[in-house]
């Protein structure tokens, strides 16, 4: 009989030192990917729809690190099995049915694997994934083959692996210590471990090769969207001009039915091309009196939202203003600041700067502005 446990933690073990991924900082710390390898393996249990809490197990000397982690940390232990002793305490007697382990270092680990672990624990006191072993196996001596393996019944162990929460926590308390891993110490105990498959995807980074190859699998798995959006807009009688979101004293203003922001129009525009849901006029027709004079912050803001609702992040945006006058270089930084409060996105990841169009067409002979825009979205 199926028994699905109705409230699942995770603990994610990162308080080793990593030593053969090479010198310098911890291994789970290091970028990879446009993110940090423990940044990867922690979203996958946050973002994963079972997975009612996580606990990262940290060592002590890695605050640095781990001061912009969005979820609860407790201190490590000098072995793994301390370290995961460590985070199952903090969450006992918190009314976990059953509890995922995993190691920091599986950046790869993928939404099916942890969904199918979860299952088998409907049916089982353990639950762990694993790849079949495929290759020959040779046993070896002073740089010889020696001898062969059978490899029939042997698996490549991953985790996460995961258990009834009781069952796990009273194993650990009465285990002497030394296990390489979470399915040593519930066997020792008697429990009863189901294998599930395992995804060649959730290699374990151990070794500094092992970071290209990660960094290749997670490339692939990403959902990054390119978005361009162009602008104009005439002059007319006025004392400024509003690029931005910032007001810049001008000889002319700009016409245009809203505030006629044609850099913030093209931005706005980018990440609607990003998302392939049109242009401003779709959401926002100049047909409506509505929309008169209206602020363009207000389009950039909804843009950005439809872009979190869709499930991406801004990673950039570059605009570039295209006009003899007014300078814009005085106003930059104003004007990356401005964008930067409206999108909620660090200044920067956002450019603003300007050309012009040597004295050609109608920018040159200072009949408008124009702008281009690209913005770089990433599913987040």
Not at 147 to 162: I, K, N, S, V, Y
Not at 286 to 315: C, M, N, R, Y
Request: hydrophobic share 45%; charged share 20%.
């Amino acid at each position: 009989m199926t028994h699905l446990p109705k409230t699942v933690a995770a603990v994610i073990v990162a308080a080793g030192r990593g030593t053969r991924a090479g010198a310098g900082i911890p291994k789970q710390w290091r970028p990879l990917a446009g993110l940090r390898v423990a940044d990867w393996a922690i979203k996958a249990f946050t973002n994963h729809p079972q997975i009612d809490h996580v606990v990262v197990v940290v060592h002590p000397d890695d605050t640095e690190f781990t001061q912009s982690l969005d979820v609860e940390t407790v201190s490590g232990g000098a072995s793994r099995d301390q370290s995961v002793r460590a985070g199952l305490e903090a969450l006992a007697g918190r009314g976990f049915d059953a509890v995922l382990i995993h190691d920091v270092a599986r950046a790869g680990v993928s939404a099916e694997v942890i969904t199918d672990v979860i299952a088998a624990l409907g049916q089982s006191a353990g639950a762990a994934p694993a790849l079949a072993v495929t290759d020959a196996l040779w046993r070896g001596h002073n740089g010889n083959v020696s001898g062969t393996q059978d490899r029939e019944g042997l698996f490549r162990a991953q985790t996460p692996q995961g258990f009834r929460f009781e069952d796990i926590l009273s194993a650990h308390r009465t285990h002497a210590g030394g296990a390489a891993d979470d399915v040593e110490v519930a066997r020792a105990a008697g429990l009863d471990v189901a294998i599930v498959a395992g995804n060649e995807a959730n290699l374990k980074i151990t070794t500094p090769g092992d970071f290209a190859r990660m960094e290749r699998i997670l490339r692939g798995q990403m959902d990054i969207r390119l978005g361009n959006g162009f602008d104009v807009h005439a002059f007319e009688n006025g004392d400024h001009v509003v690029l931005c979101g910032v007001c810049v004293p001008h000889t002319h203003g700009l016409k245009g039915h809203s505030d006629a922001d044609v850099g913030m129009h093209a931005v706005t525009d980018a990440i609607y091309g990003a998302l392939a849901e049109g242009d401003i006029g779709r959401h926002f027709p100049p047909s409506e009196a509505e929309w008169k004079d209206a602020d363009s912050a207000h389009f950039l803001d909804h843009a950005v939202k439809l872009a979190t609702q869709k499930g991406f992040a801004i990673s950039n945006v570059d605009c570039t203003l295209i006009c003899e006058r007014p300078k814009i270089g005085p106003h930059a930084a104003a004007m990356m600041q401005r964008m930067s409060e409206i999108m909620g996105l660090d200044a920067d990841r956002i450019s603003v700067k300007a050309t012009t169009s040597e004295r050609l067409g109608f920018t040159g002979r200072e009949e408008g502005i124009a702008a281009i825009a690209t913005a770089t979205l990433v599913k987040s």
